[in-house]
């Protein structure tokens, strides 16, 4: 792909979250967000945890990026923060063109530790941006199958 891929941090407005509605993964996030909204207590245009890519005016991929404290550190080894990585979507006729990918480099690109929950059907990819699965399992996690990313010089936490 030639054009330069630019992944952005999006602003919590009502334009954002209209875009929001494209996505599967639309959910209760969002619609605190717009509760927020609402209710004034975040202005309009702050800053959210949600990047994305624009194709043109179209929101084409998106990603919610929380910085973990190292207290609820479970899973590296010495405990640091790190980051959470969830809602990645591509819209399926941007799909197969490295936006995906993008979102993923953009993330390690604050080298932190970063752990996801992937969707059924995702390992795959997940894999291939060198993410392997979590050995730590809390009570198996909340139901969740986490894989992790480890910049250079973290260990993964030993499951003992």
Do not use: C
Request: hydrophobic share 35%; aromatic share 16%; net charge negative.
């Amino acid at each position: 792909m030639t054009e330069q891929i630019k992944v952005e941090n999006l602003l919590v407005n009502y334009k954002t979250l209209e875009k929001f509605k494209r996505f599967k993964e639309y959910g209760i996030q969002e619609l605190t967000m717009m509760e927020d909204l609402q209710n004034n207590i975040i202005e309009n245009d702050s800053k959210s945890p949600f990047y994305g890519i624009y194709y043109g005016n179209n929101l084409i991929a998106r990603m919610s990026l929380y910085e973990v404290n190292q207290k609820y550190d479970y899973y590296f080894e010495p405990p640091q923060d790190f980051l959470t990585l969830w809602k990645l979507e591509v819209l399926p006729d941007y799909q197969g063109k490295g936006y995906g990918k993008a979102m993923v480099d953009f993330a390690k690109g604050f080298k932190l530790p970063i752990k996801t929950n992937p969707r059924i059907n995702s390992h795959g990819f997940w894999e291939k941006m060198g993410f392997v699965k979590a050995h730590y399992e809390m009570e198996r996690d909340l139901g969740e199958n986490p894989l992790i990313w480890l910049p250079e010089g973290v260990k993964e936490k030993d499951s003992n």
